[in-house]
């Protein structure tokens, strides 16, 4: 999955963790997803001028949670027919929203990735800036799904992604498209080479279905820019079968990594 989304994963498992008193990580600022940003903070919005949260993970969950916030959940909503193809973009790919709930409503936040440092020299060249573009909204909004149905439709988008990979001699894809499946059957998927963020959720927050989803839709996304699945053309009915079987696994992506997110709550 991209970093962006990798980030709001591990925002809202751990944050979630935290209000629970669960919290046993207490590396939340040098956790992977963080990696390559020398800045990470949480704002809102006044007369059109930012003010802020807070400049931390960390100091955002305490605020929310002296906010008698009781937990995060995400959402996402598609935006464009080719979010596809846009998805290696910073901004593409749909829209991704945090919901912070509280008794008298919800507050939404929403990320904003810009390169401030293009030269540091440790890589962190990423300013992210989360802001509450809505505040006390009451919204009973949900985008998640059973996580049983979400597991056997990736298992069946898997499969047909993966016969048209090897037909068309795709090997390196056919070994992330098989990665995704045996996460979704091993009972250690973050155990998995193929798993960048080994911490991208709170360890033993989530039933097992939750984490083999998570693990395959982090090591199954091939949908980058240049060099990714998405640069790939075929002739006749071949395009046809590739944009059916790639459309239908980074939908069912979205749907499993909000549905994961969201079990527990």
């Avoid at 030269?119 to 509450?132: A, L």
């Avoid at 090897?166 to 045996?182: P, Q, R, V």
């Amino acid at each position: 999955m991209t970093g962006t989304i990798a980030q709001l994963v591990f925002l809202a498992t751990h944050c979630n963790c935290y209000l629970r008193d669960s919290l046993k990580n207490e590396l939340l600022d040098s956790n992977t997803t963080l990696r390559f940003c020398n800045m990470v903070r949480f704002i809102y919005y006044v007369n059109n001028n930012e003010a802020i949260i807070s400049k931390s993970a960390s100091e955002w969950f305490s605020f929310l949670k002296n906010n008698n916030v009781k937990y995060l959940k995400l959402h996402y909503e598609s935006v464009k027919k080719e979010d596809r193809n846009l998805a290696g973009f910073v901004g593409g790919g749909g829209r991704w929203l945090v919901e912070a709930k509280k008794d008298n409503g919800s507050d939404f936040y929403e990320g904003t990735w810009k390169v401030t440092d293009p030269n540091n020299i440790n890589k962190k060249i990423w300013s992210v800036s989360y802001g509450r573009i809505v505040a006390n909204l009451d919204s009973n909004a949900d985008c998640s799904a059973d996580l049983k149905q979400v597991k056997n439709k990736l298992i069946k988008d898997l499969n047909e992604i993966l016969i048209f990979a090897k037909e068309n001699d795709l090997s390196y894809f056919s070994g992330c498209f098989e990665n995704g499946l045996d996460c979704l059957t091993s009972n250690d998927p973050f155990g998995n080479d193929a798993v960048y963020h080994k911490d991208l959720i709170p360890d033993g927050y989530l039933c097992v279905e939750a984490v083999q989803i998570l693990a395959a839709c982090h090591v199954s996304w091939v949908f980058g820019g240049m060099g990714s699945w998405n640069d790939m053309g075929f002739e006749g009915e071949k395009q046809n079968v590739y944009e059916n079987v790639s459309g239908n696994l980074f939908n069912d992506i979205n749907i499993g990594i909000v549905s994961a997110v969201n079990s527990s709550l």
